[in-house]
């Protein structure tokens, strides 16, 4: 089955410091890849989505970006944190062909 | 804009309970729709994936429905276990040529009391 691993748990940044959030997945190729943001107490917003290497979509003007590299590399980064970047952070994969999502563990950042 | 809203937003049952979380969501036109459950400060698990030409899936102890025309889905719980206590989250892809963005409700949060 399909899997994500996502590092680190977490994370404690400085203000104006570079963030670099890395997942990959197992289990299946070619998947679908997004980025989504968990703020306390409100739904997923997603950030970013991926239909294949090299290819990036914004769903939200911000201070982040996202790259994917490799087939089952996904990441996300930063150059200078905003106080406002804090959130759970979460990595998804999507299978095509059962269209079904599954997630990683997330990485809690908190920029101080 | 596709809005989807989750009802309650919180819930307390006893042990044994069987429930009934409710998931709706404004535009019709969707894809398939996928309930996940959440625990505390971790990722998500899919439970159960409904693709639209379906009405309803099950696994277990659970069942999802999924009424496309009135915009609304369902997850029923049976026999509740305190195991059960988490935050459950629909939500609901469009169909937008193969990006599958899902777009999620805020959850309801359940606590199931020993």
């Known amino acids: 089955s399909q899997t994500i691993h996502q590092w680190p748990a977490t994370l404690v940044q400085p203000v104006g410091s570079p963030l670099s959030l890395e997942c990959t997945v197992e289990g299946t190729s070619n998947p679908n890849l997004y980025w989504y943001r968990q703020a306390a107490g409100r739904g997923l917003q997603l950030l970013f989505y991926?239909?294949?290497?090299?290819?990036i979509s914004s769903e939200v003007p911000q201070n982040l970006s996202a790259s994917r590299p490799q087939d089952r590399q996904f990441i996300l980064s930063s150059k200078k944190l905003l106080l406002s970047d804090s959130g759970f952070y979460l990595c998804a994969g999507l299978q095509r062909a059962t269209t079904e999502a599954f997630f990683g563990q997330g990485t809690r950042l908190t920029v101080v | 804009k596709q809005e989807v809203t989750q009802i309650p937003a919180a819930l307390s049952v006893p042990e044994g309970e069987n429930l009934v979380l409710n998931c709706s969501f404004t535009d019709s036109a969707i894809y398939n729709l996928q309930w996940f459950r959440q625990d505390h400060g971790k990722g998500l698990t899919s439970l159960l994936l409904?693709?639209?030409?379906?009405r309803e899936q099950t696994s277990g102890r659970l069942n999802a429905s999924l009424d496309k025309s009135s915009g609304r889905s369902t997850l029923y719980i049976a026999a509740s276990q305190p195991g059960d206590s988490a935050t459950y989250l629909c939500?609901?892809?469009?169909?937008?040529?193969?990006?599958?963005?899902?777009?999620f409700g805020t959850g309801t949060r359940l606590k199931v009391l020993a």
């Open positions: 409904i693709q639209s030409s379906q």
């Open positions: 991926s239909i294949g290497i090299g290819q």
């Open positions: 939500a609901v892809s469009p169909p937008t040529s193969g990006t599958y963005k899902y777009i």
